[in-house]
């Protein structure tokens, strides 16, 4: 599963992990989030995260 990163702080969402904090089980993809899931780090969108090679 492919990792991904807000262009704006940096914050890397590894599906491994997930965000237990914002309700994102481990194991969940990212293309599986809500479209209304925000950075736990600045509070951006989806739309702000870039996959990471």
Known sequence: MDKYECTACGYIY????????GGIEPGTPFED???????????????????VS
Do not use: Q, R, T, Y
């Not at 989030?33 to 996959?51: M, Q, T, Y």
């Open 14 to 21: 590894d599906p491994e992990v997930g965000d237990p904090d």
């Open 33 to 51: 989030i809500p479209d209304d899931w925000v950075c736990p780090l600045c509070g951006l969108g989806k739309d702000a995260f870039e996959k």
